[in-house]
């Protein structure tokens, strides 16, 4: 089983929607959580950062984490194209950004 | 100003050769990263390197090897390359003390024929 799950779509919606993107883990020792956009032949940028459980929202998006459940979601309103994009979670048990752990991203497609 | 640049974007090679591709940050970050995305855009860290210490993954092959004239700059060499080397890598850096912030370049497609 690997560390971090994620299913790789892709996940293709109309403009407007909202996007449900998710990832699920098995190391509780996880404190740190991420996810990145990664646009096509680009490098991937970091979207959204929180710490432990909870809701973290910056404009049109929302991260959340359920630690108990071992499960972190980004939440995506008023989906526009230029959302079209692979997102990669990622979480850290903390001590150092090279303890990272990236899930293996999922394909997202907004249709005008 | 590009933050974390890499060059070449592109190499074409065949199997056997040494290539080299160079990192550049300007953000004053203290540690540098080397990332391998395979073509299913799984991401796995290789090396990271803060001037006074290496971490590699101990899944890298040793034909991999960080060099880092200072700290604004980590060039990957690879040895021997192989069919299964072809994937995009990836330089990073992230501030001292980062747990999850990394700024990517944009990385550098290797094709081994």
């Known amino acids: 089983q690997k560390e971090v799950e994620q299913d790789p779509g892709p996940l293709s919606v109309p403009e407007g929607a909202i996007v449900s993107l998710n990832c699920t883990y098995s190391n509780s020792a996880f404190q740190y959580f991420m996810w990145y956009r990664q646009y096509s032949r680009k490098g991937p940028e970091l979207l959204m950062y929180?710490?432990?459980?909870g809701n973290k929202e910056d404009g049109r998006f929302t991260a959340q984490v359920d630690k108990s459940s071992k499960y972190i979601s980004l939440f995506i309103r008023d989906s526009q194209p230029s959302d079209s994009a692979t997102y990669l979670c990622?979480?850290?048990?903390?001590?150092?950004?090279?303890?990272?752990?990236f899930g293996s991203g999922t394909r997202l497609s907004i249709r005008p | 100003d590009t933050a974390v640049s890499q060059t070449p974007k592109y190499l074409v090679t065949q199997m056997g050769n040494d290539k080299s591709i160079k990192c550049e940050q300007n953000?004053?970050?203290?540690?540098m990263y080397w990332y391998k995305q395979d073509s299913k855009k799984f991401l796995k860290i290789m090396f990271s390197y803060n001037n006074k210490e290496l971490i590699i993954n101990e899944t890298v092959p040793n034909r991999f090897s960080p060099k880092s004239p200072d700290k604004a700059h980590l060039n990957l060499h690879i040895n021997s390359l192989e069919l299964g080397d072809s994937a995009v890598y990836f330089c990073?850096?992230?501030?001292?003390?980062?747990?999850?912030?990394?700024?990517f370049g944009e990385g550098s497609r290797l094709t081994v024929l």
């Open positions: 990073a850096s992230s501030p001292l003390g980062s747990t999850g912030e990394l700024f």
């Open positions: 990622a979480m850290s048990p903390g001590g150092s950004a090279s303890k990272i752990i």
């Open positions: 929180t710490y432990s459980s």
């Open positions: 953000l004053g970050h203290d540690t």
